[in-house]
């Protein structure tokens, strides 16, 4: 992501929730526009290119939906990212079916926030078409699915490639376990044990055991980075 | 009181429109009857009268007066003449022959058809009979009445007249009377099941209706309706229970967090010190919100709001992604984690709830199995449909509790302090009643088997 594209428009009507948000995305080094209203948050967003909109889905005069629509029929690529208290997986589909890009759950950590904006906003300026994703010595290759780092194969199965290949993705940024339980297990919930930890350890030790150096890297509170040394 | 409800009932007006009905139609029955027996009988009378007549105008005709005085005077001595009344008399009115005592005064036609009580010579009563009889005048002035004493008739008419009224009276009684009791009894039995209701909603859910044990229609609606207050008691006892639980799970972090930045707030500023005290209080806000959304997961799944996103899905795929996932943790416990069963059973339904409902079961398998113990899930299609099976060789639950463990918040005094909130099986509940499977748990001696029985996926 380029410096000049950090721009972040954040719908929200509750003042207090909106300064925070503003104030600590600022501090991550982005630019914020606030929007307190569905029509601002329309007039705003067709008048400047976004990386990313956070909007959420209740605000006083016109749903959340239905500017997500509007915008989307004004042209605007953006992606959103839907921030709402409606919490359940009804209303997370909906959101999505209506044009959201992803969708995060009132009341969510700030960190989450973070992994999300930065994976939605790379998916907004990047289109992939790598064949062989590499991190360092590690090379993922998605058409024979299989993985090594230098010349020692590693054995995944296929979840464990699919984990591995979405933390490669994203290397050098924060994937958090909500994000993985929905990309690699296409679960939108939280199964509200230790799970993804136990089951990201044994990619771990598959990955990095006997290497010289660590890729996967955990971070607390989150999730987890994969990234190179250096 | 319960004579004025009676009559004010629906059912006692039902009956009294039912008896007017059939009322009004036996009435016309029975008025039917009346008048053509009693025109039967007239006419055979009349029939009988008029062919006599004919007979001694033949006689007067053939013989002149003296054949007809003559003709009278000899029926008058045979025994089967004894009911006809003959009067022959000339213009002056004087008695020619026959064995009525007077012409009668009135009515006097002057001919046909005539009705009149007069004295005979044979009667024997002491009222003066009843005669109906045929009057006829000849060219000369003569005239003749020919007649029969119909007081047996009218006797036998008037019985029939008396059995028919008093039978519709009768009837309209008797029916009154049935109806009343019928409800009588009906409005017994409604106010017994009000008095109930009142006493409930004035006292406590402790109460039921009694039965009498004649296992009749009313019988049954009181014994649902003691179900339903069963239910309803036992639901009241459970949100009770849940509600205590709630207020327990989630007031320990509460009062924990508040105590940490109470402390905080009063002490000084220390940097490492403080951040901890976020990091702790962070986590166990997450924690109170886990449960929040934990609840609101399961209420929502129990108001059926999602049966829009059923599909036919393949659970064995769904449970082997579960087995995957829990493969590790599985592993990190010592436990082994197998599938066994067909490889492919399909049922309906929705793949989030299934997968969650399965993972819920393995976790559970899993945490309070036996350590280095093995963990089999199960998938098969059996004629009743499919089967999804978690079973350990774990320690196993006590019988007495089997039917708790689905409570939410509830947990076993083993388990107490291992991690979880006692909300997982309430869930995997939850979702096997809006699928409309059936759980049974069983002895997997040693350990817990838990079974999910899905009826077949449709079509």
């Given amino acids: 992501m380029t410096g000049g594209h950090r721009r972040i428009l954040v719908v929200e009507d509750d003042p207090e929730t909106a300064g925070q948000l503003a104030e600590q995305l600022v501090s991550s080094g982005y630019q914020v526009d606030l929007a307190a209203s569905g029509n601002e948050a329309l007039s705003k967003g067709a008048a400047c290119d976004y990386a990313v909109i956070t909007i959420d889905r209740m605000l006083p005069d016109i749903d959340g939906i239905t500017v997500m629509r509007q915008l989307r029929d004004d042209g605007v690529a953006a992606p959103f990212l839907i921030l709402s208290a409606l919490g359940e997986v009804d209303d997370r589909v909906r959101g999505l079916r209506a044009g959201g890009d992803d969708y995060l759950v009132k009341p969510f950590s700030f960190v989450e926030l973070l992994a999300r904006l930065e994976a939605l906003g790379r998916r907004s300026d990047t289109i992939a078409k790598e064949t062989i994703l590499r991190v360092g010595d590690l090379a993922i290759d998605l058409i024979t699915r299989t993985a090594s780092r230098g010349s020692k194969d590693i054995v995944l199965l296929p979840k464990e490639f699919q984990l591995l290949e979405y933390l490669a993705r994203n290397a050098g940024r924060v994937v958090s376990r909500a994000m993985l339980l929905q990309h690699v297990w296409d679960l939108h919930f939280d199964p509200s044990t230790n799970i993804i930890d136990v089951y990201v350890g044994r990619v771990r030790r598959k990955v990095d055991d006997q290497q010289a150096y660590p890729l996967i890297h955990t971070v607390r509170g989150i999730g987890y980075c994969l990234r190179a040394p250096g | ?459």
């Fill in chain 2, 1 to 459: 009181m319960l004579l004025a409800k009676t009559l004010t009932s629906s059912t006692f007006k039902l009956a009294l429109i039912a008896i007017g009905t059939f009322g009004v139609i036996v009435s016309g029955i029975f008025a039917y009857v009346y008048l053509s027996t009693t025109s039967y009988v007239r006419s055979r009378s009349d029939r009988a009268i008029l062919a006599e007549s004919l007979n001694l105008h033949d006689a007067y005709e053939r013989n002149g007066r003296d054949g007809l005085i003559d003709a009278i005077r000899r029926r008058m001595t045979y025994r089967s003449f004894a009911d006809h009344v003959y009067l022959f008399v000339d213009p002056s009115l004087k008695q020619l022959a026959g064995n009525l005592t007077e012409w009668p005064s009135e009515p006097t036609p002057a001919s046909g058809w005539t009705e009149f009580r007069g004295r005979t010579a044979v009667s024997t009563t002491a009222s003066p009979p009843l005669v109906r009889g045929m009057v006829e005048i000849f060219p000369g002035g003569d005239r003749l009445l020919v007649g029969r004493d119909i007081s047996d008739l009218d006797l036998f008419t008037g019985r029939i007249k008396f059995a028919v009224i008093s039978s519709v009276i009768l009837i309209f009684l008797l029916a009154g009377m049935a109806s009343i009791l019928v409800t009588r009894r009906t409005v017994g039995r409604i106010e017994q099941i009000n008095a109930t209701s009142r006493a409930i909603m004035q006292s406590g859910l402790d109460q039921r209706i009694p039965l009498r044990g004649s296992h009749d229609e009313w019988d049954r609606v009181a014994e649902n309706l003691n179900l339903m207050l069963d239910r309803i008691e036992t639901l009241m006892g459970e949100i009770k229970q849940v509600s205590d639980n709630v207020a327990h799970d989630l007031r320990t972090p509460l009062t924990r967090m508040r105590g940490r930045l109470e402390t905080a707030y009063h002490g000084k500023r220390v940097g490492e010190a403080d951040q901890l005290l976020i990091g702790d209080t962070i986590a166990d806000l997450d924690a109170v919100l886990r449960i929040f959304s934990s609840l609101t997961r399961i209420a929502q799944i129990e108001a059926q709001a999602r049966k829009d996103a059923f599909r036919t899905v393949n659970v064995v795929e769904i449970a082997g992604e579960v087995v995957e996932l829990y493969d590790a943790a599985a592993e990190q416990d010592g436990t082994r984690l197998t599938m066994v069963g067909d490889r492919e059973v399909q049922v309906t339904g929705d793949r989030d709830l299934i997968f969650d409902a399965i993972a819920n079961l393995v976790d559970n398998a899993i945490k309070h199995g036996r350590n280095a113990g093995h963990v089999v899930v199960s998938i098969e299609t059996t004629g009743s449909g499919a089967m999804i099976s978690v079973a350990d060789d774990g320690p196993g639950i006590p019988a007495c509790e089997c039917e708790h463990v689905f409570k939410r918040f509830y947990r076993l005094e083993q388990s107490r302090y291992t991690p979880g909130n006692g909300l997982g099986l309430s869930l995997v509940a939850a979702v096997a009643r809006l699928h409309g499977a059936r759980i049974e748990m069983r002895d997997n001696a040693p350990g817990l088997k838990v079974e999910l029985w899905f009826s077949p996926a449709a079509g």
